[in-house]
């Protein structure tokens, strides 16, 4: 039996979002500096393979274009909580055994201590495989995807973060999305700048197995193209792209990056806005690929 996620909506703005949106309209609004330092999940790689670990001598960080004094630099080699969100519905440029395909070889590897959820969408979000590190188990569950519906991509985001990922944020920093789709959505009530923010604003990054776009391109009135909306998802939330083609090395590289290649570098803000979202870019020097989210929406 599958376990279906609602999308809870709030009806009434909060006595502090209330007074972030006062302070907003009094104008620009900039703290000197914090007591508590900040946390930001990096991902960080070696151009020529080698397994030394780049440190915090190697990189800059500029927050609400401010270059910031990093306090700290280290690898995170904890487990991780990955969520496949599978899109069901029943246009898909792809079959439903390729689907399973997926979700069976990132069964196979997840490192000890990481767990994957798997969710199904169409225009309801369902749990396929509650959280478990038991491969078997994801194998035998993956008989309840299907085609059909509409995607309604935008509220099934929603949904994972606040019923699946959010409740996790005091004792688990890796917490990741991995959408396999199209980007199509047609017929979320949730805004895809909305869902974007709230990925940044929780730390979870999203990576993507593409799958190619079923509207040929078409333009999109009130949202981006499909394709633009995988890209944006993967690049703001410090996540990547990769092809449906050869999922085992789609799933592998997703999972050796998450316990190889992760960061956590800690700062204290100087001078930065909390009423604004601000611009987060990390520089690095040459030879090291760095990924981060882009953005810190206000709180």
Known sequence: MHTRLSLALKVSLSLSACAALVCAQAGRTRVPRSDRATLLNVTAERDDGTTEPVTAKEIALYDDDLEQQIVSFTPDPSPARIVLLVDNSQTLRTDVPKLAQVAREFAYEIYEGDQMLVVGYDEHAEIITDWTDDAKAVEASLSGLRKKGQPYLFDALTAVVNEALRPLAGSVRKR????IGDGLDRGSRTKFKDVLAELQSSDIAVYALQIPDRTGGAFRRDQPKPSEVVRQLAEGTGGRVLPLDDPRKA????????????????????????VEARRIFVTSD???????KTAQPPK
């Open 251 to 274: 799933a592998k590289t997703i999972c050796d990056e998450l316990r190889k290649n992760r960061y956590l570098l800690a700062y204290t803000p100087t001078s930065i806005s909390y």
């Open 176 to 179: 990741v999305i991995v959408l």
């Open 286 to 292: 040459r030879g090291i690929t760095v990924r981060f």
